[in-house]
């Protein structure tokens, strides 16, 4: 089982920018498809952003594309998100997510592993 760490969120005023940092530990994520969930309160876990074990492979959701750049050091076991342009709706606990198969399945949350989230906050 991979354990996955998030660091990176807090508070920010509309149109500035964060950079949000996933290490995983237990095994080498090398293999793995990675990405960032995001939940707002009341409602439910949404997909942000997926990476594939290569990096040659990404998916993004339509609220975020063109804002938020996922990338992945295999080395350091680190995936990172960075969020651009950054708007009030953003706000929200952001999940690392690993999966052993595809980015697909990774999207479709299917047997991820989560980390425990991190808080961002955008003010208007």
């Known amino acids: 089982q991979v354990q996955l760490v998030e660091s990176g969120g807090g508070m920010v005023q509309a149109g500035g920018s964060l950079r949000l940092s996933c290490t995983a530990s237990?095994?080498?994520?090398?293999?793995?498809?990675m990405g960032w969930f995001r939940q707002a309160p009341g409602k439910e876990r949404d997909f942000v952003a997926g990476?594939?074990?290569?990096?040659?492979?990404?998916l993004y959701s339509g609220s975020v594309k063109g804002r938020f750049t996922i990338s992945r050091d295999n080395a350091k076991n680190t995936v990172y998100l960075q969020m651009s342009s950054l708007n009030p709706e953003d706000t929200a606990v952001y999940y690392c997510a690993a999966n052993s198969r595809q980015t697909t399945d990774l999207r479709a949350q299917r047997d991820n592993s989560w980390g425990q989230g991190t808080q961002v906050t955008v003010s208007s």
């Open positions: 237990g095994r080498t994520i090398s293999t793995y498809a």
């Open positions: 990476i594939n074990w290569s990096g040659d492979f990404i």
